[in-house]
């Protein structure tokens, strides 16, 4: 998992990518929306839907970035992706997707963030990703899956904490059909860079959280 970054490093990266997407934008603007989207991010109740998921994500571009076309939209869109999250609300991604238009009314190009907002979109993880910048976003989003069994079961845990609301049935239950899902393709990761870094140890840490849900044990 990535360190975490400090706030003025965490804040001056967004900031120049802001600038980057939006050149007629100020510094000052650029911060004014960083803060708001902090704030979200730090909403009480998040336990994985928070900065530092963002925060690993950005390491993954980081270490891909060479590889990656319009390599500015997809950071943007790793950045808002989570931006909204109701546990159990299935437009999450949509929402985060308007947040996004609402925060950059009149300073970025209607087309990006209509770009920006289909790579969010994709994050919805309901099918393989169509596209090379929105396979990018997915296989970074889904990078923790290939994290070591002891940061994957974090991260599980932490997912379960913020469906605190549901039985531990009906949470299995519906999990499990996600990652049974996501082991049926043919391959979880599009990209070459995370299929050989991500894809056997993801398949292994989900099989053995799927053996756990059907047997009863409790990690």
């Known amino acids: 998992m990535a360190d975490q970054a400090s706030p003025r490093t965490h804040a001056e990266r967004f900031i120049a990518l802001w600038l980057r997407c939006a050149p007629h934008a100020s510094a000052a603007q650029a911060r004014a929306i960083h803060g708001r989207l902090c704030a979200a991010y730090g909403e009480a109740g998040r336990y994985y839907h928070a900065l530092p998921h963002i925060e690993h994500c950005l390491c993954e571009f980081d270490g891909a970035r060479a590889a990656i076309a319009a390599a500015d939209d997809v950071e943007l869109a ?63 989003d889904l990078s923790s899956f290939g994290l070591p069994w002891p940061a994957f079961l974090h991260d599980s845990r932490a997912v379960r904490a913020e469906m605190k609301g549901l039985a ?52």
Do not use: K, M
Not at 128 to 138: K, S, Y
Not at 175 to 192: C, D, K, M, Q
Not at 201 to 206: C, E, H, K, L, P
């Open 78 to 140: 790793l950045w808002y992706h989570d931006a909204v999250y109701q546990p159990g609300d299935s437009d999450n991604e949509g929402r985060s997707a308007a947040l996004l238009a609402e925060h950059s009314a009149g300073q970025l190009a209607d087309a990006q963030v209509a770009r920006i907002g289909a790579l969010i979109l994709a994050t919805t993880h309901a099918n393989a990703p169509q596209d090379a910048q929105a396979a990018w976003v997915v296989d970074i």
């Open 168 to 219: 531990d049935d009906d949470y299995q239950r519906s999990h499990g059909s996600f990652l049974r899902g996501l082991v049926a393709r043919p391959r979880i990761y599009t990209s070459e860079h995370f299929h050989g870094r991500c894809e056997q140890r993801a398949r292994d840490n989900i099989t053995r959280l799927l053996h756990a849900y059907a047997t009863g044990i409790t990690l």
